[in-house]
């Protein structure tokens, strides 16, 4: 079949050979691919280590590469036309503009010369395949395009990270508008402290439906393709079947989110500190995430991150290992000035008129002369919107702008750190995103370091957009080592799974955002490390993969409360009263489960909502759902409940909701319960896309898709799958250590580690990882070369 395939699209896979000359390296460097597609490289010295680096990932993600340049560069037009014109615009305008050898310098003291050597390595990769001597992957022959050359600037984009609420703040001001201060601040569950909503009364409800972000939100969405942008060659309008709606999306709206944890030696097996980490991202084709093994004088660290950046951002050295989890801070404000009405070149800021600082700018378009724009700059940020109209201009102040905003980057200096004083002070340079960094060591020690910039707001929450005024400026930023953490906790051991840990005596609350995950997730991961002691890397992947869904525990005691008048609801209640509250995909009563609690949530939501609320409201609210923590509690504290001066009864609430919960799985399995299941093809499960799915023929759609696969669990249980019944998001990546032994470590990544469809790589993992499944992600060299599929050694001519 796989010859067949191959004749068939006229394509050769890329062999490679056991030694190829590399132009650029200073010494021989030694590529050990392993049965698992992880690249092992060896090298001489630190510049070779990196360049290496970049031509390994670069080899294996040549479109994802070229997906993440056009976007970091702004030059999507340029192969997709105008459709795409305004995310090139965005890019542009929200482009670093700093100096580019202070910003690599930042991330590690030769950063420079680490950053371009990876780029050097990219750069060669590419030269390979331009020059014939490597393939093209067959995305860029179906769209007829070619890789282009990366400069330090590709690397240091923003445009991918984990940044700021700006888009939430126009949300919430949109729905106060609609239902007002008291209902939005209950419906998104805001702690530690409740923020100030206050509106301007400039800002009012018609001037906030413009447009306000189209040009950020574009410069930040997926790139999409459409059948147009097929080669001619290979696009036959005849045999193009669609099996949904274009244009389609690189990626799926996604839920964000993480658990890490860490316990000393008194709770492990081994008697060393352990650590696990599973980050909630996108669950896409490629993976997100990259797994690399790094060896030279200096540095031997091995895990996963940005197969686009240099260096691991999860993973372990010789010394110690770590992992992240997302911490909720606000690095973006939406910044509103009046334009003076005599000059619409003018800003009121401070009691004066500023001039806005201009940048022209030229963007290629396919099939249209080039388009020329002038971007437009306040003192506070990028001007995405002016409303001419009433003279308003909005801009974004983003702190992810300043020097060290690239996403990930400062863990180069946490790959050397040999101790926790050492990683802690790696932690000072973390900027973007804010994250709770984790660490273990061999010598025992466990600690934990919120890090990421972190605004100091005085006189405004950072919710709602805020006009220009010298109280709303912002007074600096916090010191990294002054936000949440600790050290060798008494109870030996720390977890973070993006609740909120904030002390409650901490002192700077100013600098803490308000909307965290619900606790639940953080909570089971304590409860099952607590009640266990001699701990092993089996017990942390059962608990990767749990699937208790502590909400149930709350909500069917409340159900068991009431009697419904029709014998089969008080048999399901009964059944579910029974079951195990599990969400294991082969159970039914947790497809009911699931039922009952989204169309509780539901119906509590609608309770919030106006008779007359807009599609833009019920969309936005959709997308973000309401906090289950929240309505359970709601829930839990009220027989009735009043909104509007009209008083909705929980018993007719729960009563409601099972009822639809039963009758929509009868719709899915049929009325006998014996055959209902969760982790069904029409209820939960997985089926990953490849970019270009909707553009393609049968043939090629079976070629890139990876098949689909039943799941369990959901947004509240460790083992988290989010709330889509296809998953969409959750941990594509896992890794857990044991200090005691690094050859020890176990990790998952689906569906495979090469982008390249005719790569044994491409999927080979995906099947370990829907089984809930690891593979031993081996760090010695002895260990590594038994299981070494293939050596690639590159010397320099």
Not at 49 to 62: E, I
Not at 513 to 529: C, I, K, N, P, Q
Not at 571 to 600: H, I, N, P, T
Request: with cysteine; glycine share 6%; proline share 5%.
């Amino acid at each position: 079949m796989y010859t067949i395939i191959i004749l068939l699209l006229g394509i050769i896979p890329t062999q490679d050979t056991s030694h190829h000359l590399m132009p650029g390296l200073k010494q021989k460097v030694s590529i050990q691919t392993d049965q698992w597609g992880v690249s092992h490289i060896y090298a001489q010295n630190e510049q070779d280590l990196f360049f290496t680096q970049g031509f390994s990932a670069a080899r294996d993600r040549l479109f994802q590469y070229e997906c993440w340049r056009r976007q970091a560069t702004g030059t999507t037009a340029e192969i997709l036309g105008q459709r795409e014109l305004n995310r090139d615009i965005g890019a542009r305008l929200f482009k670093f503009r700093g100096n580019i050898i202070q910003e690599m310098n930042h991330y590690h003291p030769r950063g420079a010369l680490i950053i371009t050597s990876f780029v050097k390595g990219i750069n060669a990769y590419i030269k390979l395949v331009l020059n014939g001597q490597e393939k093209l992957p067959i995305e860029f022959q179906w769209l007829g395009i070619k890789p282009g050359y990366w400069t330090p600037e590709v690397v240091i984009s923003r445009h991918n990270g984990l940044l700021g609420n700006v888009q939430k703040e126009l949300q919430l001001a949109r729905w106060i508008h609609q239902i007002g201060k008291d209902r939005v601040a209950a419906l998104m569950n805001f702690h530690p402290q409740q923020p100030d909503l206050t509106m301007d009364p400039l800002l009012n409800e018609a001037a906030l439906q413009e447009d306000i972000l189209g040009l950020y939100n574009a410069y930040r969405r997926p790139i999409l393709f459409a059948k147009e942008d097929l080669s001619g060659a290979i696009f036959d309008p005849k045999k193009w079947n669609p099996p949904l709606h274009s244009p389609v999306s690189t990626m799926y709206n996604q839920q964000e989110g993480s658990n890490n944890w860490v316990i000393n030696g008194s709770k492990s097996k081994s008697g060393h500190p352990m650590m696990a980490n599973d980050p909630h991202r996108a669950i896409v084709v490629p993976s997100l995430r990259y797994l690399t093994h790094l060896h030279a004088p200096g540095w031997n660290v091995i895990g996963g991150g940005e197969p686009v950046l240099p260096g691991i951002s999860i993973g372990h050295n010789e010394y110690g290992a770590w992992g992240l989890t997302i911490f909720e801070t606000d690095i973006e404000d939406l910044i509103v000035y009046n334009i003076n009405p005599q000059n619409s070149n003018q800003y009121w800021h401070q009691n004066k008129w500023l001039t806005f600082k201009k940048i022209k700018d030229t963007i290629a378009v396919k099939g249209l002369q080039d388009h020329v724009v002038t971007h437009l700059y306040t003192i506070d940020g990028p001007v995405p919107f002016i409303d001419h109209k009433r003279k308003l201009a909005y801009a974004v102040r983003c702190a992810w702008l300043d020097i060290g905003g690239a996403p990930y980057l400062a863990s180069l200096r946490m790959n050397q750190a040999k101790s926790w004083v050492e990683f802690k002070n790696a932690c000072k340079y973390a900027f973007v995103p804010a994250e709770n960094m984790v660490w273990a060591d061999r010598n025992g020690h466990i600690g934990w370091q919120t890090v990421g910039l972190a605004p100091i707001r005085t006189f405004h929450s950072g919710m709602v957009p805020v006009m220009n005024h010298v109280k709303n400026e912002w007074a600096g930023y916090l010191p990294i080592l002054k936000r949440p953490g600790s050290f060798n906790p008494p109870n030996g051991m720390i977890v973070t799974a993006n609740e909120n840990l904030t002390p409650i005596a901490y002192p700077y609350l100013n600098t803490i955002g308000y909307g965290w995950a619900d606790s639940y997730r953080g909570s089971r991961a304590r409860e099952v490390l607590a009640a266990k002691n001699k701990l092993n890397v089996e017990d942390f992947q059962a608990l990767q993969t749990d699937y208790v869904s502590l909400p149930a525990r709350d909500l069917i005691p409340m159900l068991l409360n009431i009697k419904f008048d029709h014998p089969e609801a008080e048999s399901y209640k009964l059944a579910l009263s029974q079951w195990d509250q599990s969400l294991m995909a082969s159970s039914g009563m947790a497809g009911l489960y699931v039922w009952f609690e989204r169309y509780l949530e539901e119906e509590i939501l609608n309770l919030y909502l106006p008779e007359n609320s807009d599609s833009r409201l019920d969309n936005d609210l959709a997308i973000l759902s309401i906090s289950t923590e929240w309505m359970i509690t709601l829930l839990q504290n009220n027989r009735s409940i009043e909104v509007l001066n009209k008083i909705y009864y929980r018993e007719d609430i729960l009563k409601t909701s099972f009822i639809r919960a039963i009758e929509k799985m009868k719709n899915l399995f049929g009325h006998q319960s014996t055959y209902w299941k969760y982790g069904d093809d029409r209820f939960k499960h997985i089926v990953i896309h490849h970019p270009l799915y909707k553009i393609m023929n049968d043939f090629q759609r079976k070629l890139v898709n990876i098949r689909s696969a039943p799941r369990g669990g959901n947004s509240n249980t460790v083992g988290s799958t989010g709330d889509l019944d296809n998953q969409a998001s959750g941990a594509s990546f896992r890794i857990v250590v044991d200090c005691a032994d690094w050859d020890l470590a176990k990790a998952s990544n689906t569906p495979g580690q090469s982008a390249n469809p005719l790569s044994t790589h491409y999927q080979d993992l995906f099947d370990l990882w829907a089984r809930d499944q690891y593979f031993p992600l081996y760090y010695s060299k002895e260990k590594v070369d038994r299981v070494t599929e293939k050596v690639m050694i590159l010397q320099s001519k």
